[in-house]
């Protein structure tokens, strides 16, 4: 398997963000890539690409003009009031409150984001538009005729929405590619994620679709961050109803009640007979990550990669959250390998 991947992400390197109540170093790291990148290498997964650029078109078919332009000039509003230092809001419109854009930086920052976790910084504009062309070009791949591709991509997406950042996501990159795939002429997408947290950008781009299969296996909202999507109940409004699956699981969760809500998953994925499938792949399962609480270990990421590749599709994997940085080469990798082992089979 082919991966994309560019250096471009370093260009995220956010200082600070708001956890448990204190200004913590970020856990979306660039070492995280690193450390991703070193064990494609080492197991000689396949060549590894540079992305090509895409300009940012294929952005805009999912993020709402004025938030793609928030993001490009929200830097230099920010330095010009305050300073060189990375941007973070402060406050936002909850019930009773009106949603009509500030003019202040500050404002606009709580405007269009929905957590402190986030930073802004000199580079984010750089990173998020080379990661949105790494999810692009290992689409790509697929259309060159490529059973599977990996996109190593930073900062991660599924939680960006249609005109929101957060959850140290900017530009949702899997939608994007979702998109780019119906664009060229695809009638049917599933997007599946097993990222730890919910999938609440790509959800909400998608939910009145039908052609965007989204389905999401994450820690219950009830008890975990972003906490205001994910439920079981949510399954599409008009047009996307029935095309939207939530598979919330209670913390603690270990892989046999993962192994079985990853069938029901593919059940519904193989029975809805995409032309493609894009895994929002994140590996913040594992036991051993510092901020989430399921228990999955290194070798439920080969069952987890067999699994995916049940649906006989064309598979694009989009990087996505993982912050037990040692381990996240090996889990990443790991669902890459037995998605490989499963389809050669
Ligand atoms: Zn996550």
């Known amino acids: 398997m082919k991966t994309v991947y560019s250096d471009e992400h370093r260009h995220q390197d956010g200082k600070a963000e708001l956890i448990d109540g204190k200004l913590m170093p970020c856990f979306e790291m660039p070492r995280r890539a690193d450390m991703i990148l070193a064990r494609v290498k080492e197991v000689k997964l396949g060549e590894v690409i540079e992305p090509d650029d895409f300009g940012i078109g294929p952005v805009k078919r999912v993020h709402k003009a004025n938030f793609v332009e928030f993001l490009r000039g929200a830097w230099d509003l920010w330095v010009k009031q305050h300073g060189a230092y990375d941007a973070l809001p402060l406050n936002w419109a909850?019930?009773?409150?009106?949603?009509?854009?500030?003019e202040a930086i500050d404002g606009k920052l709580s405007h269009y984001s929905f957590d402190a976790g986030?930073?802004?910084?000199?580079?984010?504009?750089?990173?998020?538009?080379?990661?949105?062309?790494?999810?692009?070009?290992?689409?790509?791949?697929?259309?060159?005729?490529?059973?599977?591709?990996f996109s190593l991509c930073r900062p991660p997406g599924h939680h960006a929405g249609s005109?929101?950042?957060?959850?140290y996501c900017f530009f949702n990159n899997a939608a994007v590619a979702a998109?780019?795939?119906?664009?060229?002429g695809a009638r049917r997408v599933a997007v599946l994620d097993v990222d730890y947290h919910h999938g609440n950008?790509?959800?909400?781009?998608?939910?009145?679709?039908?052609?965007?299969l989204t389905i999401s296996i994450h820690a219950d909202p009830k008890q975990e961050f972003p906490y205001f999507l994910g439920h079981a109940d949510e399954?599409?409004?008009?047009?996307?109803?029935?095309?939207?699956l939530n598979l919330p699981l209670r913390w603690g969760s270990a892989w046999d009640k993962y192994e079985a809500a990853l069938a029901a998953a593919m059940t519904k994925l193989i029975a809805y007979e995409p032309e493609a499938v894009v895994v929002s792949l994140g590996v913040d399962t594992f036991e051993g990550d510092p901020i989430s609480k399921f228990r999955l270990r290194h070798e439920d990421y080969l069952r987890m990669g067999q699994a995916i590749a049940k649906s006989g599709k064309p598979t694009l994997f989009v990087m996505e959250g993982g912050y037990a940085v040692e381990a996240l080469?090996?889990?990443?990798?790991?669902v890459l390998m037995g998605y490989e082992q499963a389809v050669r089979r």
């Open 94 to 102: 909850t019930r009773g409150m009106r949603t009509i854009e500030p």
């Open 118 to 149: 986030t930073p802004i910084t000199a580079g984010t504009w750089r990173a998020i538009t080379a990661a949105a062309n790494v999810a692009l070009s290992g689409l790509a791949l697929l259309a060159k005729g490529e059973s599977g591709a």
């Open 163 to 167: 005109d929101f950042y957060g959850g």
């Open 179 to 184: 998109q780019a795939f119906i664009d060229a």
């Open 201 to 212: 950008g790509t959800q909400e781009i998608f939910y009145e679709r039908s052609d965007v």
């Open 235 to 244: 399954a599409g409004a008009g047009k996307g109803t029935g095309f939207h």
């Open 329 to 334: 080469g090996i889990n990443a990798v790991n």
